[in-house]
């Protein structure tokens, strides 16, 4: 069964989000629906021809897909499994069985870091529409091979990318209170925006 931090907290029901999907003003991406959607999240790569980090990113998320916590917390950097297991938290996407993934292009500058591109896509039973959303995984190799140290994620469209290290829970507590922020603001302006479009005479000249 998957823990978090005392659950009741927002601050920690909205890294539990961030940890499992970015968040864009306009929602997740939207992939295609249909058959060829579905036989497309049914087919990722098989493992067969994944090696090093790549290997590790897919062991990762397919035990997160199936809800296996020892077998994902075990593709983790051993420092990351000690801070994620001192606050309650976990670090894969929720387990579903209408989820698939792909892994994708690998980015290793030298033999000691890793970047490993993913997609994690799933499938609403009742619509056939498939949700598709983007990741990038830092690994270090370790002694006991390569290990999954965080992972970058688009926030919001058009902006950088928010960096969760899992070595430093701290860190993405406080940056979960930012977003918590930001998200907030964003709705106000545009709630605010929406109202002023809808006053009749939000355009219309003062009379004198």
């Not at 003003?25 to 992939?31: A, F, K, L, R, Y």
Request: glycine residues 6%; proline residues 9%; contains cysteine.
């Amino acid at each position: 069964m998957r823990h978090s931090l005392a659950r009741k907290h927002p601050v920690v029901i909205l890294l539990g989000l961030l940890l499992a999907v970015p968040i864009g003003c306009g929602g997740p991406e939207q992939g295609p629906s249909g058959p060829e959607a579905t036989q497309q999240a049914a087919t990722p790569a098989a493992p067969a021809k994944l090696t090093g980090p790549a290997l590790t990113v897919h062991t990762f998320l397919a035990a997160a897909q199936r809800g296996d916590d020892q077998g994902f917390n075990a593709m983790l950097t051993s420092l990351a499994r000690t801070k994620m297991a001192e606050y309650n938290l976990s670090p894969a996407p929720a387990a579903s069985d209408k989820a698939r993934f792909e892994v994708g292009e690998v980015q290793a500058p030298n033999d000691q870091l890793a970047r490993v591109a993913c997609r994690w896509i799933e499938t609403d039973p009742e619509t056939n529409q498939s949700t598709a959303r983007d990741a990038t995984y830092v690994l270090r190799n370790e002694p006991e091979g390569w290990r999954i140290a965080g992972v970058t994620r688009t926030v919001f469209p058009n902006e950088p990318p928010m960096l969760l290290n899992y070595e430093d829970p701290e860190d993405m507590i406080r940056q979960a209170k930012l977003l918590e922020a930001e998200i907030r603001r964003r709705a106000e302006a545009a709630q605010s925006s929406a109202t002023t479009a809808r006053s009749p005479n939000a355009d219309a000249a003062p009379h004198r």
